[in-house]
Nanobody, 121 residues
């Protein structure tokens, strides 16, 4: 089993910043990609930012220039730095890991429990 745990959410005023963290543990042979998604009330879950093992990033247009995805290779932790936050960024943010537990197994999606980000004055 693979466990994914996010942290770092909270309440922030418009224009403020937050940094989310994500750590994966368990039976991991290798990881293909890591990403952040979010889901606002009444809306579908959407991709915010993704990072492949090759270092390529994919950032949603809605957050481009404000959010940065990165990874600490030593700590094996994924981050989402969120700057210039606005109320439209309010959502539950989920970390997604695409990994496999054995070289012969297919890759699977693993999700964290989500962390709430609320942008409000």
């Amino acid at each position: 089993q693979v466990q994914v745990v996010e942290s770092g959410g909270g309440l922030v005023q418009p224009g403020g910043s937050l940094r989310l963290s994500c750590a994966a543990s368990g039976s991991i042979y290798d990881i293909n990609s890591r990403a952040w998604y979010r889901q606002a009330p009444g809306k579908q879950r959407e991709l915010v930012a993704a990072l492949t093992n090759g270092g390529r990033t994919n950032i949603a247009d809605a957050v481009k220039g404000r959010f940065t995805i990165s990874r600490d290779n030593v700590k094996d932790t994924l981050y989402l730095q969120m700057d210039s936050l606005n109320p439209e960024d309010t959502a539950v943010y989920y970390c997604n890991i695409v990994a496999r537990s054995h070289w012969a197994n297919p890759f699977s999606n693993y999700w964290g429990q989500g962390t709430q980000v609320t942008v409000s004055s």
